[in-house]
């Protein structure tokens, strides 16, 4: 068996599991794909090792695009997405994600993976204390404006490390009272935005290093993309539907668990 298609294999059983977790927690896989996918691509040794990881992160949202229509979808039919907020948030994420899209290019491998590593850490810190204490007050969800200036902040972070949003959108909107299951929708939405901008950053910016021929749209590796949504797409209609047999605590926990444990994986990687 050819090493192209042990590489196609290993990442469509990636995306089997990107894909459940997508729908069950909002992250669009990520947070998950970023990490793994640098190991595989190590082993396989596609390109150079300190290129490893921008193209992960390029694959990663790539592949978001997909996983995030199939788990939004679900989760729009099972009336999650708050389609009078989501439009808001959609825009400031678009904008902060294509900005992105061509900075993250330009940074250092080490540098990516620290603010990869930090941010899942924090993010994580917050998820376990608010499991702790729920909030005794409801917060008003921020004016417009407000509220852009702030998911464009997110939206940029997000496709730098090559996560779909929900590692962040998620704590930003229960931390405005929004429900847990309609915060992973609305997340889940975004995240379509997030890596349709961010991959067109990814492939310009990409575009002088690698060849099509060679397998490449700019810094997106192709048969890589098509491992990971080959089963993704299929997976993450079953974790939107388990979102509803989870008690919101559990959810949390899960998702802070990962959270952790990918962060740990980045820093000794």
């Known amino acids: 068996m050819s090493e192209l298609i042990m590489l196609i294999l290993y990442c469509a ?76 948030v959609m825009t400031g994420v678009a904008l902060g994600a294509l900005i992105s899209g061509f900075i993250a290019a330009l940074l250092p491998e080490q540098v990516v993976r620290l603010v990869f590593a930090v941010t899942v850490v924090l993010i994580a810190i917050k998820m376990f204390v608010s499991n702790k204490r729920e909030p005794s007050v409801e917060r008003d969800m921020p004016n417009k404006g407000v509220l852009t200036i702030m998911t464009t902040i997110i939206g940029g972070l997000s496709a730098m490390i090559g996560i779909g949003g929900g590692a962040l959108l998620v704590p930003l909107l229960t931390f405005f009272s929004v429900d847990m299951k309609k915060a992973i929708g609305c997340a889940s939405a975004c995240g379509i935005v997030i890596a349709l901008f961010g991959s067109i950053g990814y492939i310009s910016s990409g575009s002088g290093h690698f060849a099509l021929e060679n397998g490449f749209a700019g810094f997106v590796y192709l048969p890589a993309l098509f491992g990971i949504i080959c089963t993704s797409w299929f997976t993450a209609p079953l974790g939107a539907k388990a979102t509803h047999h989870l008690p919101v605590t559990l959810v949390k926990k899960i998702f802070a668990a990962l959270l952790l444990a990918t962060a740990v994986k980045m820093i000794m990687y």
Do not use: C, D, R, Y
Not at 25 to 36: A, K, S, Y
Not at 71 to 84: D, E
């Open 13 to 88: 059983l990636l995306g089997s599991g990107v894909g459940f977790l997508a729908g069950l927690l909002g992250i669009g896989g990520g947070l998950v794909i970023v990490p793994v996918l640098s190991i595989i691509l190590l082993h396989f040794e596609i390109l150079p090792a300190e290129q490893v990881v921008i193209a992960a992160i390029a694959t990663s949202l790539a592949s978001i695009l997909f996983t995030s229509t199939s788990s939004a979808i679900a989760h729009h039919k099972n009336g999650n997405v708050p389609w009078t907020l989501a439009p808001w």
